[in-house]
């Protein structure tokens, strides 16, 4: 863990929706059968509910970015080690996430059933994940970019939706407004546009992160350095 990796400004206009990373080994392929896992399960579950499913998923994607900064923040205490700027990085995207849960709960009303979900969700997931970051952090970041992928898709198809005119484009909330600065007048489409954006870059930074902790990527890091 010695490159300092620095977040990539993602704005609504610079994003790449269509980035995939392709696999190239057992941990990206064991990532990614977890994802396409969980995808399948969201989708039978909360189908075109994008507003509902919104929320239930950011409950969840606040979880990885705490978990790996206070794993990686116990590791350089006890290797006396520099983090390069990883426990900033992970902390502000699970305060991101966390963001986009004040939003959409502004947006949309979770059911009883959802509520309940939330629930058992974050005790399994963050346990699942708090032994996955101790077993593999590269598998455990690649992961994360994967599921920032389907982010990405899931928050274009919402936009789909809006524009078809079968989810009502309402007036953004003040917090969504205040936290991402949108401009007066601004609805649900625009804090659809910077959530997706936030998601292209978290996204890209645990691609990145899950990158460096590759063997042949940490032992080129070490000729080099
Ligand atoms: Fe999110
Ligand atoms: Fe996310």
Redesign the pocket.
């Known amino acids: 863990m010695n490159i300092l990796i620095t977040p990539v400004v993602r704005t609504p206009d610079n994003i790449d929706l269509e980035t995939h990373q392709a696999t190239r080994d057992w941990s990206d392929r064991t990532a990614l059968a977890i994802t396409r896992g969980l995808r399948f399960l969201a989708d039978t579950f909360f189908a075109k509910r994008y507003g509902n499913r919104?929320i239930v998923?950011?409950t969840v994607?606040?979880v990885p970015g705490l978990v790996g900064a206070a794993l990686v923040h116990l590791r350089c205490l006890r290797w006396m080690r520099d983090d390069a700027g990883w426990i900033r990085t992970l902390m502000e995207e699970a305060e991101?996430?966390r963001m986009?849960?004040m939003a959409f709960i502004e947006i949309a009303r979770p059911n009883w059933l959802e509520r309940a979900l939330v629930l058992v969700a974050q005790a399994a997931f963050f346990t699942f994940f708090l032994l996955l970051y101790v077993f593999s952090a590269r598998t455990a970041h690649r992961l994360v970019g994967y599921f920032?992928e389907q982010?990405v898709i899931s928050y274009t198809q919402y936009l789909a939706e809006i524009d078809a005119g079968r989810v009502d484009n309402v007036p953004a909330p003040r917090i969504a407004m205040e936290y991402w600065r949108l401009p007066l007048g601004a609805r649900l489409r625009e804090v659809i546009v910077a959530?997706r954006a936030?998601?292209a870059g978290?996204r890209d930074v645990n691609h990145g992160f899950a990158d460096t902790l590759r063997p042949a990527e940490r032992l080129r890091q070490q000729r080099i350095g």
Do not use: F
């Open positions: 919104a998923l950011e994607a606040a991101n996430e986009h849960l920032e982010a959530v936030d998601e978290h």
